[in-house]
């Protein structure tokens, strides 16, 4: 049976097959809650709403929940590469550039310490091992910052990729930045979407300059310049910060 097919939609008064969330839930093992974030996230098409609280789905969105939880639970990808994948980011680009993108991909993989499969580590001892609490885990998880998937015996696993994320988010709980003080993993929201939009232009820049080159001199060029970028923005960034302060101080 294919994991992805829909099961028998239940008969509404017009003879079409519509599912209630709660439908939703039981075809697709996900929680109202995570669908709700899904649709919100644009991964999963909105429903037919037929009053304030209620809405109907049909077989494509039980076909694109399963589709993104298996991409998520079975291929370990944070949900910002699911809706990459979805929105078929790179459809557009000529052969030639497909090109360019693909040798710097496999000259850059190693430097980035990319893996052919991510390891699975039990996520309760990596979250009580990095300070971070359990429903902390879910919520990167729910909001792509952290790949996890349930394991042989049901428990739930991380992928040592995203390791480093319970670290940095345990250091920041130890420096005082607590749940009682708002803050949440949610947070880390904000520099996600700026390096997005920040790799998205960068992208554009190499595809429109660099094309005409070959694929070994970019990539050896982009391989280069990659720890000189993130410098500069580390740079920048205590800059801005310095400055901001510097403002306040009081004028002679």
């Known amino acids: 049976m294919n994991a992805l097919a829909p099961a028998a939609a239940p008969e509404a008064p017009d003879a079409a097959p519509v599912y209630k969330m709660k439908d939703l839930c039981e075809l697709t093992g996900l929680s109202r809650q995570a669908i709700h974030f899904y649709i919100q996230q644009g991964l999963v098409p909105e429903g037919k709403k037929t009053g304030r609280n209620m809405a109907y789905y049909g077989p494509e969105h039980v076909d694109r929940l399963r589709l993104v939880r298996t991409l998520q639970e079975e291929r370990f990808l944070p949900l910002k ?68 998937r349930p394991g042989a015996d049901g428990r739930l696993e991380v992928s040592t990729e995203s390791l480093w994320l319970l670290d940095i988010f345990g250091q920041l709980r130890a420096a005082g930045f607590s749940a009682e003080l708002g803050f949440t993993p949610d947070d880390i929201l904000i520099y996600d979407e700026a390096v997005t939009t920040l790799f998205q232009r960068e992208t554009a820049i190499l595809v429109d300059r660099m094309e005409h080159l070959p694929p070994e001199q970019s990539a050896q060029m982009i391989a280069k310049i990659l720890p000189l970028i993130h410098a500069i923005v580390i740079h920048l960034h205590t800059a801005t910060v310095k400055n901001f302060f510097a403002a306040l101080e009081p004028r002679p």
């Open 81 to 148: 590469a699911i809706r990459a994948l979805l929105a078929g980011e790179t459809a557009g680009l000529a052969p030639a550039q497909r090109n360019v993108l693909g040798e710097v991909a496999t000259r850059l993989g190693a430097s980035l310490g990319a893996q052919a499969r991510p390891t699975m580590v039990d996520a309760a001892e990596a979250c009580a091992r990095h300070g971070v609490t359990m429903a902390e885990l879910q919520r990167m998880v729910e909001i792509g910052l952290a790949a996890a």
